[in-house]
């Protein structure tokens, strides 16, 4: 158990400098760490494909929430569904989104297999309301992180293969910009 937390402290002293935020080091826990933002953006394409787990819970500015599974979303409003109903929320009225139990995925094989949420959280800060692409059916969303993360960055997250990304939080900052927390899962897990 010791030789992995100093092998998983190990690997994250190795991403935080190479994404340029030694600073943000001494604040950084164990169980979150950030992705530089870039300022710059770049002329290549960044989607990334991440899993929607079905079960979400819509926490609303004002007092309450909605349960049960995000099935629209677009730049003006969310839609969740349970039970036979659907609400309608928009976006200017949700505080979060928050995603819990465990997320299938199709396997080469052509069987699907259960990936819980466990791992450690990535946010991901100002994504543009328009960047989030809920799939149909809606149990994956595209994202473009162009003006989010640097090409670098990008490569580094994307080419984890043996991970599923899976979407735990979605924070509203405002009407056109929002967090998104992301768990790199990963595939092995039956």
């Known amino acids: 158990m010791k030789g992995a937390f100093q092998g998983l402290t190990l690997a994250l002293a190795i991403i935080i ?3 340029g935020i030694r600073e943000k080091a001494r604040t950084t826990t164990y169980r979150s760490w950030e992705i530089a933002q870039s300022s710059g953006t770049t002329n290549k ?15 609303l500015k004002q007092e309450g929430s909605y349960t049960g599974e995000l099935i629209a979303f677009n730049s003006t409003n969310l839609t969740i569904a349970a039970n036979g109903f659907s609400e309608t929320v928009p976006l200017s009225q949700i505080k979060q989104v928050e995603f819990q139990g465990d997320v299938w995925i ?3 094989a052509g069987t699907r297999k259960r990936v ?6 990535i946010p991901l800060k100002a994504v543009p309301v328009t960047a989030f692409n809920l799939g149909n059916p809606p ?3 595209m994202l473009n992180l162009e ?17 599923i990304h899976v979407v735990k939080k ?11 927390r992301i768990v790199g899962a990963r595939r092995g897990v039956n």
């Open 17 to 19: 400098s190479l994404t």
């Open 45 to 59: 394409e960044q989607l990334l494909e991440v899993a929607v787990p079905s079960s979400a819970i819509v926490r």
């Open 106 to 108: 199709d396997t080469p």
């Open 116 to 121: 819980p949420i466990r791992g450690i959280t």
């Open 139 to 141: 149990h994956t969303a």
């Open 147 to 163: 003006t989010v993360l640097s090409q670098e960055e990008f490569e580094r997250l994307s080419s984890q293969t043996n991970r």
């Open 170 to 180: 979605i924070l509203f900052e405002s009407s056109e910009t929002m967090t998104i």
